[in-house]
């Protein structure tokens, strides 16, 4: 027997998963109190890392169908919603999106939407590479320094290695500068290539 299950997802506390539900009801879909996951969780967060959709995914088994109403409910964006449809079709689980007409992504037509929004997806990462090392590069060309800033000066760096060779202890060392022992022993590191 078909189960109809619905992941009702917001960002905010001040934010109602309400219209979720009244809009999957209001597609035809018959909901059950026990089979609506709301959750509260940014969409930053991977669906499998969302306590609520990790509570789902236990309860989901084949020939279940999971509706929700925009695909970014599944997924912090395309590579992740795709991921998170494909574990979903493996179990058996169809996925309806309403945003896409209800579509089963599941399904061939479904597929080639996943596919489509893979496309866009890699399309969008290489943009985004694309774009950050022309900016790397234009900040490198305009002589800015690339990366975190030194916590020890050059006169700093020279006295810890000083320091070091006298045998004084890394954690002192780290206590008396107000650094972190990694500081230091990245120092002590550095001299020793």
């Known amino acids: 027997m078909t189960r109809v299950f619905a992941y009702c997802r917001v960002s905010t506390t001040d934010q109602s998963t309400e219209n979720q539900v009244l809009e999957i009801a209001n597609a035809g879909f018959a909901l059950n109190e026990r089979r609506t996951v709301k959750e509260t969780i940014s969409g930053s967060v991977p669906a499998e890392q969302r306590p ?29 919603v795709r991921s998170t449809v494909e574990k979903l079709a493996h179990v058996g689980v169809r996925v309806h999106c309403l945003a896409l007409g209800g579509v089963d992504l599941t399904s061939p037509a479904g597929k080639m939407t996943m596919g489509v929004i893979a496309a866009v997806a890699e399309f969008e990462r290489d943009l985004l ?6 900016g ?47 500081t230091v022993m990245r120092v002590r590191d550095s001299a020793a290539t």
């Open 129 to 134: 590479i694309e774009r950050t090392q022309a």
């Open 52 to 80: 609520g959709f990790q509570r789902l995914m236990d309860k989901l088994e084949s020939e279940d169908v999971l509706v929700v109403t925009k695909l970014d409910r599944l997924g912090r964006n395309a590579m992740d």
């Open 136 to 182: 790397l590069a234009l900040a490198k060309a305009s002589g800015k320094t690339i990366g975190r800033p030194q916590s020890l000066d050059k006169g700093k760096v020279a006295m810890v290695r000083q320091k070091l060779s006298e045998g004084h202890s890394v954690a002192a060392l780290a206590r008396e500068l107000g650094t972190s022992r990694q």
